[in-house]
């Protein structure tokens, strides 16, 4: 079977079975980024599935998954490539050393010291050099500098770079790209021209229990609907951090470690440290919930 995809059911049926639920924004988008070769931004909160999607489409397309992990100061030689400058040295000393002792002579290595031998990939170069089929995940680019998406420009444009030593190197496959940003700053018209847009934002109730029972399929149902309308009224709160999918989950498992069916008042609040990470979230949460006793406590 062909790794692209035949359309957009194909997309929603592989991207569900390698454990992601798309709607219908996600697997148009997606299929539209394969079909015209387009990179995909993905925009949207912390915690709500930006870089899952990402994993879960190598997974649909059984392609490798190249991640560049972007932060503030991030610069070519940690994204594109850069020498090994050690092992030039240990050339270079080798090189002068033969020469005086009538051996190997510099100008015999003087061309090689920027050879292949001598190259250390990046994740951009890795995808773009990567023989099989590749997704290659920009994470958090809203935290890179202008100057760094001028880079990400002229390799999103191409799929190529130029690498002075070497000459231009062009892709051996087209990659699927995501770029994922939580909106820290705005990001250039130059940049967003070039990509699909797609924003996710915090599932809605239903969706977000179809996710719990599809992650914890051991979780009771009644459950699943209790934690996510929690989870749901708390994102209503002005916190520091709202609670993420990802937090939702990790409730969930919790509470089933725990052994508990049903969330009550003191059971919420004697674990809210798992859904909410700053110490005022928690004491604004445990403020805002009122919750009934569980039943076996009538």
Not at 32 to 52: C, S, Y
Not at 147 to 155: D, G, K, P
Request: glycine fraction near 6%; charged fraction near 30%; include cysteine.
């Amino acid at each position: 079977m062909s790794s692209e995809f035949s359309g957009v059911t194909d997309v929603r049926d592989r991207l569900t079975a390698a454990g992601y639920l798309p709607d219908e924004a996600i697997e148009t988008v997606v299929y539209l980024a394969e079909r015209l070769r387009k990179p995909i931004l993905v925009e949207g909160p912390a915690g709500v599935g930006k870089t899952e999607l990402a994993k879960a489409i190598a997974t649909a397309r059984d392609a490798d998954l190249v991640r560049l992990q972007c932060y503030e100061g991030l610069d070519e030689a940690k994204a594109l490539y850069e020498w090994n400058y050690k092992k030039q040295l240990l050339r270079i000393t080798h090189a002068r050393g033969g020469d005086v002792a009538g051996g190997e002579a510099w100008d015999e290595v003087e061309d090689d010291l920027f050879g292949e031998d001598y190259l250390l990939e990046r994740p951009l170069l890795k995808a773009l050099r990567n023989p099989r089929q590749t997704v290659l995940l920009v994470d958090e680019v809203d935290k890179v500098d202008f100057e760094f998406e001028a880079l990400l420009l002229e390799i999103l444009s191409d799929f190529q770079v130029t690498i002075p030593e070497l000459g231009t190197v062009t892709g051996t496959h087209h990659p699927i790209v995501v770029l994922t940003s939580n909106n820290t700053r705005e990001l250039s018209e130059a940049l967003k021209r070039r990509c699909l847009y797609l924003y996710l934002d915090y599932p809605s109730v239903e969706r977000e229990k179809e996710i719990v029972l599809s992650r914890v399929p051991e979780a009771p149902e009644q459950l699943a609907e209790q934690l996510v309308r929690i989870v749901r009224s708390l994102r209503q709160l002005e916190l520091k951090k709202p609670p993420s999918i990802s937090e939702t989950l990790d409730w969930t498992r919790t509470l089933l470690a725990l052994g508990f069916e049903h969330v009550d008042e003191q059971v919420a609040k004697s674990t809210m440290n798992v859904l909410l990470k700053y110490q005022q979230d928690v004491d604004k949460a445990t403020g805002h919930l009122r919750l009934p006793p569980s039943p076996e406590m009538n």
